[in-house]
């Protein structure tokens, strides 16, 4: 296990995962039945931006760091600004120095009824988590591998929630993997929200992976994906995308207005833009932004 979310903390692929994740979980507070968010692979939770590993690959200030520069305006500073707001609580001296990982989001997110699950394996990831929640009786921090926790944790006693798949993609097969856990989580709990997300470098084996996911044929499956150059050079990470399942209704509408700025505001090259496609429907909206 040599990847550590430290190097890519708030990069443009932090910012749509999260800014999804946020949208997400404001839908379930809609309801006051309790919910659970489920994150598998969740990461260290809480990451300062002036550590080595972030100033080393400064991936932050073309994701977070243009988004907190940006001075957004109504519709898309309202769509971001949950999300947005726990950035904000982090840095309350101005400087931007400290990121929220998918755990502290949630964390912040949720209501006193709400429970988060967070699971990690490296070791030294887990301990800092560990410590991250310690004492919190609403959060529970588990050591468990992804694949066999995605099937331990469900149902969720609330029959309610999110389940967030964000694996490291160290290893061969993780995009069928990720096919494979979606279809047994979604036969244990079939009413749950999941996220999963997937790097995108060549297009081929994701066009692939969307096929895949697609027969699944699951109810409201979205595609997410936002590009920040073409796909020239498969070497490099041109883009990133969420498969959004039982989504909520207003998320298509939302990603439509969110997307096309996100995406001009976080190109870094010819081809820059973004998809939006409805798995199971040949309704595939796109847009270019350079
Ligand atoms: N979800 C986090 C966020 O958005 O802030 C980032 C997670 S990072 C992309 C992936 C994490 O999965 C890493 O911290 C890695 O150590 C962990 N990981 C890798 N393989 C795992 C496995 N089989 N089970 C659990 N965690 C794993």
Redesign the pocket.
Known sequence: ?N???AYH?GNFA?VV??GVLALVIEHLKLKTAPFRVI???????LYDLSSEPAQKTGEWRDGIGRVMEAGLAPPVADLLASYLSVVRELNADGALLRYP???LIARALMRDVDRLIV????PE?QQELKALFARDRQVKVME????T?VKALLPPPERRGVV?I???F?EAGELDRLVVALSEAAKRFAGGTYLL?YPIKELRPVAAFRRNVAALALPKALAIELMIRGGEDETRLNGAGLIAVNAPFTLATNLNVLLPELARLLAQGKGAGFRLEELGSEAAKGGSSA
Do not use: C
């Open positions: 296990m990847y550590r979310h903390a932090d995962k999260h994150d598998t692979h969740a990461g260290i939770g990982g998918s755990p699971n990690e394996l490296h990831d468990l591998d992804a694949w926790a967030l964000d694996p490291a160290e997300w």
